[in-house]
């Protein structure tokens, strides 16, 4: 089983409307998305998309879509979501499909880390995959992931 995840891309400091879940990517966040995308063309094995519904992720998710298939579902509850709000939605859904969730940090840097048993922090625009022998996402737990694949696309204003 492969889990993917995603930190949105860069985003500006603030939103006109002063709240946090509105910030939408900068230019230099638009071109980290866009190179995602291309990036995105090799992953054709991904099923299931869960995007957090902060203005950020959908609009990083919304640019890679040119490139995966499945429809993102949106989730309120991934909005700046712990480690342990993550982990339990993963050990309870009832799909094993190869799985992408597009979100924050600090939550999910701190899954990756839990997963890997090594300390991983998400920059913005960063991407790595997990890989587990595991026939569930119930059965998943600390240090049971090793490190698939890493990448962040380097852009420059």
């Known amino acids: 089983m492969k889990l993917h995840i995603l930190r949105h891309a860069k985003t500006e400091y603030s939103s006109p409307s002063g709240h ?78 190869e799985l992408l969730i597009i979100g924050h940090n600090f939550g999910i840097s701190d899954l990756v880390s839990y997963f890997t048993q090594d300390r991983i922090d998400l920059r913005t625009g960063e991407y790595i995959c997990l890989e587990f022998h595991s026939d569930s996402w119930a059965k998943t737990s600390m240090g049971t992931a090793i490190v698939l694949d890493q990448y962040r696309p380097e852009v420059s204003s």
């Not at 990517?25 to 991904?46: E, H, M, N, V, W």
């Open 20 to 97: 946090d879940i509105d910030r939408r990517l900068q230019p230099l966040g638009i071109k980290q998305a866009s190179l995602l995308r291309d990036y995105f063309d090799s992953l054709t094995s991904i099923e299931e998309i869960w995007c957090s519904d902060a203005q950020r992720t959908r609009q990083t998710s919304d640019i890679l879509l040119q490139a995966i298939h499945p429809k993102p579902t949106y989730h309120v509850d991934l909005y700046l979501a712990s480690k342990q709000d993550i982990l339990q939605k993963i050990w309870n859904s009832d799909s094993n499909k």
